[in-house]
Structure formats: structure tokens, C-alpha cells
């Protein structure tokens, strides 16, 4: 992929052309080496020059859970395999399935000749045996559709189905026999919706478009080249719900039913709104989303991207829609593996989706890993099987897999215990929260702060990126004014880079500002240990960055828990650390509280403070 590909071309406004001919600027046109340009012809050559990585192979083995296969022949599922393993991509997810008998066909064309690569959903029929050319006949349109529909499903589950698979046409074309669109929030679909969650299969659901496809189609509408080549994809005007009914309505069906799991296709066709799309999934667990179709969208705007995949990583699917070549497999593993600047989100001269190109967002690893192929396997079934065997067959695929699920929801056993032990104690009397890996596990609180109550949240094996993963879920139930923070080393262990750990540190800062106004954070440094010796460097790092960036939040003090532990030869002394060489002995617990305890109390004190300040400036 080069720069010069880059389709910055804008078209032919027809209007434009005509005034040109009589206004001033037609004269200027004579002028030598001048010539007015029609958009369409517009091809500008970026100067920008930064290093490009194009890459060709997911950095770990990834399931396409938005794929097409339904019109391709033989040779070309072939030779689309051959991309799938030139790519990584170990399992496609076929969204192509037809209800009925023809459903173990599709599956069996697929699997027959690549087994193990495909699983298959199954889409909803809203004819059944009616004729596809008289809307009367449909069975949509008849009592007790959705209980028949419903043991359909079941039929297609017997048959090896994964999912069911939901189109726009739900809310946007499927009408009534009065003529009025069916919104997606329709009750008689509610069986289908309690079926899919007792034969525990996703719902993938295609509800909208892009918002641009619901606004008018002129100067101001930031597609309106590719709606200018395709007036068809416009819901504008008519009958056509406004977007945010849209979105909104099928979001009801989302939190009706919690026990099923959802995943919302392109984004919930918010990925332009990650605000909003954030609030959506933090108000339903039962909600994930992929993003085919819409790397455009997530590439231009890179830190909010960034910070939402790693918000919600266990939330989010890959998935590409249609039969991707590896072109357009490229910029996918680009935008989430590097920090790649302004390049072309499709191999294709002309930009399909809005004049504009894209970033890379850097994931760290283990989001990676959840995104390409952990959230998959949890959500859709069969995968986990299918990824086993691509991996049984690829010693490569199957090291990269190794060491189990490292998506936040392995905690989640930890965080009932949380909730519970809430539930059980008086919240937080001390106002004092530890939070994280396991070196705040194994410390004693009692013992180092006798009497003071302090609250222990730490969670083994944590990383940062966990910390803010469940920064919520920990820290709301307790609301407290203080938080003592320690992550960072397990995050480094992981092969992140300092940069991106204390990106991750000051995103917990932020969540904790944004949910607990007043509350103090101490962040602790990364310690030096023995067993991570080979670290230090990227450890100093860390804490370089985590100092220098407390010096600008007043919210925040950095405290040196790495410098005590240090003997005269600047190494670790082995005394402050358990047999492991990792995790502290009682003798480094002592040197952390010597440090700790003071600044707790000084944050404390700080604290307070500004409760009574706020509450005296209360009119
Ligand atoms: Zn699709």
C-alpha cells in the first residue's frame, strides 16, 4: 500500500461547473497553467512522508465474524482460504445461512472441502412458505410468527447453526400490510429473542447505516460523493425512522432481553459516537460489538478509538463484511497494530466511504488478542473448537494462543467477591482503596496500617489496562477519596511498551476523575525485582513518565516505592523479596509502608479538605 493510492478526490459538483462557465473564476482559467478542476478529477498526492507498516498477518490468529460466502464458487472459497492463511485468519464466520433445509448445504459447501476454517449463522425469515413477490403471503405477517420462527431456529441449531443473523431490512424496509415499516423493537419478535438466549447463540445485528445516510444529500454531507453514486443507500425523508429512533429502538430489544447476547454489526452503527456507544455497552453486558465495514471510521479519530477498544476489549469482534482480498485485510491489521499515520483505509482509488484517511491505534497485546480471537471464542460456538484445531495443525498459531483466556473476564469470579465483600462490610469507613496486581494482593493492609481500615482491591496479574477495565465495577460501590494505585509490572512482563503502560495509567486517572470528582490518587511506581531485573530500564521508564505526568494533575502524587527496595549497588536486595525473587517479603512490605503510609495520610488530609472547600462554596 503506498501513499500515492491515496483518492483524495472529490467529485464532480455539476452546479459548481455551470456557475464557473459565467463567473469570474472562468476567466482567470485562460490563464496560462491554470485550469479549473472539476472535484472528480481531484487526485491529490499527500507530501506527508512518516513510515508506513503495511502488515499482512494478524499478529495473532483472528476470527472474521462478518463474512459473505454466499455467492462464491468452489474455487474461489478456495482461494479465499489461501488469503484466510496468508492473513491468520483461522475461522470466517459465514452471516450467509438460509433458514430451513438449505441450511446444512451451506454449512457442508464450506466445511467439506476447509474443515474447522467456518461456522455458520442462520437469518431470519420473514416469508417462511409464503412467495417472495407477495408481501401478503409472508408469514411475518400471520399470528405466532415468532414462536414458528423461533423453532426454526432450533431446527438450525440441531443443524450446526452459531447465530442468527439479522438485516437492516428489520426497521427499514419490512412493512406491514398497512404499509407501515415494522420497527425493530416489534414485539412479535420477542420469541425469537428468549430462544436465541436459551439455545445460547448470539443475535448479529445490521439495524442502520451510517448517520450521513439519514441527512439530506448536499454540500454539507460529509458522503455525499458515494450518496451522489448511490441515491439508493439515502433513508433520508419518506417514511424512514430518524437514526436515532432507529439505533435507539433496537437497543430496547437489547436491554429487554439481557439473557441474550447481541452483537451489534458495524459498530452498532455508532462508530462515529463512541460516546454514546460506550454508555450502550456499559448499560448492557449482554451487548458486544465488530466492526466490518467501518475501520474508516474508527481510524480518523485514533486516541478516542484507542481508549474504547481498550475500554470495552472484551466487548469487540473483528469482522470485515463481504469476502475480504488481502487489500482490504491490510489496513485492519495496520489500524490496530501500529501507530501508522494518514493511510488509506481501502486498496481502492476511490474511497468508499468518505474522503479521508486513517490512523493506527496501537492495541496493546492482550486487547489484540481478545479482539482477534478471545471475544469469539467466548461468544460464538464452535469457534473455540474450530481455533483449537487451526492451532493443533500451526505450532506458531498455537504459541501465540498459549496461556488461556486474558480477556478481563477471567476476573470476573474475582470481581463477584468484590460485590460481595461490599455488600457484607460498611463501604469504605477509611475512604482508602488499594487497587491492583498482585503485589497489592499480598500486602497485608492490617498489618502494615493497623486500625486504619484501609480496603484491599488488588487483583493478581492484573495490568493497567485492567485496572481500567474495571475501574468502575471497584472503585463506584466504594466511592472512595483515595486511591493507592500499583500496575505496571505484569503490563511490561507482556512485552508493553513504558508508553503505553503510562497511557493506561493515565486512563484510569481520567476514569476516576470523571466518576469521583474529589478523590486523590497516589500512583505507585513499578518496582525493581530480582526475577525482573532484565526490566528495569522499561520500568524507570514507566515511572518517568507516571512522575512527570503527576506533576500536572494536582490530583495525583507519585510515590517511589522502587527506590527503598534498592541496595547500594543499585540492584534489588533480595531480603525485600519472597523466594519467587518477584513479590515482596514482610521486610519490603515495611519499606512500602514506611513510604506509603505518609502519603496516604497527606491525600487524606487533601481530601477532606476539598470536601469542605466544595461544600462551603455550596451557595
Ligand atoms: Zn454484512
Given at each position: 500500500m503506498s501513499h500515492s493510492l491515496w483518492p483524495g478526490l472529490v467529485v464532480c459538483l455539476a452546479l459548481a461547473a455551470v456557475a464557473a462557465e459565467s463567473s469570474p473564476a472562468a476567466a482567470q482559467e485562460s490563464a496560462p497553467g491554470r485550469r479549473r478542476l472539476y472535484l472528480d478529477e481531484f487526485r491529490p498526492q499527500p507530501a506527508l512522508r512518516t513510515r508506513l507498516h503495511p502488515l499482512t498477518r494478524a499478529r495473532f490468529p483472528c476470527v472474521n465474524v462478518h463474512f459473505h460466502p454466499g455467492k462464491l464458487t468452489a474455487a474461489e472459497l478456495d482461494e479465499h482460504v489461501r488469503v484466510m492463511d496468508d492473513a491468520n485468519i483461522a475461522v470466517s464466520v459465514s452471516l450467509d445461512g438460509p433458514v430451513g433445509t438449505k441450511f446444512s448445504e451451506h454449512l457442508q459447501t464450506l466445511t467439506a472441502r476447509h474443515p474447522g476454517r467456518f461456522v455458520a449463522f442462520v437469518r431470519m425469515d420473514y416469508i417462511g412458505d409464503g412467495s417472495p413477490d407477495d408481501p401478503q403471503s409472508w408469514d411475518v405477517h400471520k399470528p405466532g410468527f415468532g414462536a414458528r420462527m423461533a423453532d426454526r431456529l432450533t431446527e438450525a441449531v440441531r443443524q450446526g447453526a452459531s447465530g442468527l443473523k439479522l438485516l437492516k431490512d428489520l426497521g427499514l424496509s419490512l412493512r406491514d400490510l398497512n404499509g407501515k415499516l415494522i420497527p425493530p423493537d416489534d414485539p412479535r419478535f420477542d420469541p425469537v429473542w428468549e430462544r436465541a438466549a436459551e439455545l445460547k447463540i448470539p443475535v448479529l445485528w445490521h439495524c442502520a447505516d451510517p448517520r450521513a445516510f439519514f441527512e439530506p444529500i448536499d454540500e454539507r454531507n460529509e458522503r455525499w460523493e458515494e450518496l451522489y453514486r448511490h441515491p439508493e443507500w439515502s433513508f433520508h425523508g419518506g417514511d424512514f425512522p430518524k437514526f436515532d429512533d432507529l439505533v435507539a429502538a433496537r437497543m430496547r430489544v437489547v436491554g429487554r432481553h439481557p439473557e441474550t447476547t447481541f452483537i451489534l454489526a458495524h459498530f452498532a452503527d455508532l462508530p462515529d459516537d463512541l460516546e454514546t456507544l460506550s454508555r450502550y455497552l456499559a448499560r448492557h453486558p449482554n451487548a458486544y460489538v465488530e466492526f466490518a465495514g467501518r475501520i474508516a471510521e474508527l481510524g480518523r479519530q485514533p486516541f478516542t478509538a484507542r481508549e474504547f477498544l481498550i475500554r470495552h476489549q472484551d466487548r469487540i469482534l473483528f469482522g470485515t463484511d463481504g469476502v475480504p482480498p488481502m487489500s482490504e485485510l491490510v489496513p485492519h491489521f495496520q489500524m490496530l497494530e501500529t501507530r501508522d499515520e494518514y493511510f488509506p483505509y481501502e486498496d481502492n482509488p476511490f474511497p468508499p466511504q468518505g474522503l479521508w484517511n486513517i490512523y493506527g491505534v496501537d492495541l496493546p497485546t492482550d486487547v489484540l488478542r481478545q479482539v482477534y480471537y478471545e471475544n469469539a471464542a467466548r461468544v460464538i460456538p464452535g469457534v473455540k473448537q474450530a481455533l483449537a484445531d487451526y492451532a493443533a495443525s500451526r505450532p506458531e498459531a498455537a504459541s501465540a494462543m498459549k496461556g488461556g483466556d486474558r480477556s478481563p473476564a477471567r476476573w470476573e469470579a474475582m470481581m463477584k467477591k468484590f460485590d460481595a465483600a461490599?455488600?457484607?462490610?460498611?463501604?469504605?469507613?477509611?475512604?482508602?482503596?488499594?487497587?491492583?496486581?498482585?503485589?497489592?494482593?499480598?500486602?497485608?493492609?492490617?498489618?502494615?496500617?493497623?486500625?486504619?481500615?484501609?480496603?484491599?482491591?488488588?487483583?493478581?496479574?492484573?495490568?493497567?489496562?485492567?485496572?481500567?477495565?474495571?475501574?468502575?465495577?471497584i472503585l463506584l460501590p466504594l466511592r472512595p477519596a483515595v486511591i493507592v494505585f500499583y500496575e505496571g509490572d505484569n503490563d511490561i512482563a507482556r512485552g508493553k511498551s513504558p508508553e503505553t503502560v503510562a497511557a493506561d495509567f493515565r486512563q484510569f486517572v481520567a476514569i476516576v476523575h470523571e466518576e469521583l470528582p474529589d478523590a486523590e490518587l497516589l500512583l505507585l511506581s513499578v518496582k525493581y525485582s530480582p526475577s525482573r531485573a532484565k526490566s528495569m530500564l522499561q520500568h524507570r521508564a514507566v515511572n518517568a513518565l507516571v512522575e512527570a505526568y503527576c506533576e500536572e494533575d494536582p490530583?495525583?502524587?507519585?510515590?517511589?516505592?522502587?527506590?527503598?527496595?534498592?541496595?547500594?549497588?543499585?540492584?534489588?536486595?533480595?531480603?525485600?523479596?519472597?523466594?519467587?525473587?518477584?513479590?515482596?517479603?514482610?521486610?519490603?512490605?515495611?519499606?512500602?509502608?514506611?513510604?506509603?503510609?505518609?502519603?496516604?495520610?497527606?491525600?487524606?488530609?487533601?481530601?477532606?479538605?476539598?470536601?469542605?472547600?466544595?461544600?462551603?462554596?455550596?451557595?
Open positions: 461490599n455488600a457484607a462490610e460498611p463501604p469504605n469507613a477509611s475512604g482508602v482503596v488499594f487497587v491492583g496486581s498482585s503485589s497489592i494482593v499480598r500486602w497485608e493492609l492490617e498489618k502494615s496500617f493497623a486500625g486504619l481500615g484501609y480496603i484491599n482491591r488488588g487483583f493478581g496479574g492484573s495490568q493497567a489496562s485492567d485496572a481500567v477495565h474495571f475501574a468502575r465495577r490530583q495525583c502524587r507519585y510515590v517511589d516505592v522502587a527506590t527503598p527496595l534498592l541496595g547500594p549497588d543499585g540492584l534489588p536486595e533480595a531480603r525485600y523479596f519472597v523466594k519467587d525473587m518477584l513479590h515482596l517479603s514482610d521486610a519490603g512490605y515495611a519499606e512500602w509502608a514506611k513510604v506509603v503510609g505518609p502519603a496516604v495520610s497527606d491525600a487524606v488530609a487533601r481530601a477532606k479538605q476539598a470536601t469542605t472547600t466544595t461544600s462551603s462554596e455550596k451557595p
